[in-house]
Structure formats: structure tokens, C-alpha cells
Nanobody
């Protein structure tokens, strides 16, 4: 199994940027596709982005396209969500998660991810 820890959250003004990093330990990092999820206050946890095991394929949901990018460094066991042009609706807790089943693609539902970090808080002020 893999342990995940997010960092990089904080308070930022609308239009600003944050870079979230998820550090993995335990199992071989490249055995997992990685995803990021966002949980706004009082709402369900929703899929934001994912990247395949080797990093060749990634997916960003439409509301974040052009603003967010996902990348990974398998040598450093990290996955990063770069968030630019942040909006107040991006406020919430961001979780990284690991999917050890899919081999070449990425998946976008919570049930596909067996391992989760504790989350990092992002607050975007208007």
C-alpha cells in the first residue's frame, strides 16, 4: 500500500496561484495512477485531475482546464497540481489519491482510488 501526504495549500486572492504537492511513500509510486479531488464546504468530494502511472496521459475536468495542470515525478515520488487563476469556487480541501488498478489510463470516480491523503486546505478570497 502507499501513504500519501499533501502540502501547499493556503490562502490566496482570486486570480492567484498555488502549487499543491502530494508526497508518496510505501509501495512503488509508479505502480499507481494519481488523482486530485476537491471538496468544497458542505459538498461532495469531486474529481479534478488525474495522471497515468508513467505520466504520459493526464486529464483535467472542464472547469479547471486552462487553469490547472497535473504532473508527476516518479523519481521523487511526488505528484503536483499547479493551480493558476484561482477563483473563490476553488475553495475547499484538496485530496490526492492513488489508483493501483488502472495501468495506462486514468479514472475519475472516488471509488477507483484506494488510497487517500489527509487533504490540504485552499481558500481563495474574492
Amino acid at each position: 500500500q502507499v501513504q500519501l501526504r499533501e502540502s501547499g495549500g493556503g490562502l490566496v486572492q482570486a486570480g492567484g496561484s498555488l502549487s499543491l504537492t502530494c508526497a508518496a511513500s510505501g509501495d512503488t509510486f509508479s505502480n499507481y495512477a494519481m488523482g486530485w479531488f476537491h471538496q468544497a464546504p458542505g459538498k461532495e468530494r469531486e474529481f479534478v485531475a488525474a495522471i497515468s502511472r508513467g505520466g504520459a496521459f493526464s486529464y483535467i475536468v472542464d472547469p479547471a482546464k486552462g487553469r490547472f495542470t497535473i504532473s508527476r515525478d516518479n523519481a521523487k515520488n511526488t505528484v503536483t497540481l499547479q493551480m493558476n487563476t484561482l477563483k473563490p469556487e476553488d475553495t475547499g480541501t484538496y485530496y490526492c489519491a492513488a489508483d493501483g488498478v488502472t495501468r495506462y489510463a486514468v479514472r475519475g470516480t472516488r471509488e477507483d482510488y484506494a488510497y487517500w491523503g489527509q487533504g490540504t486546505q485552499v481558500t481563495v478570497s474574492s
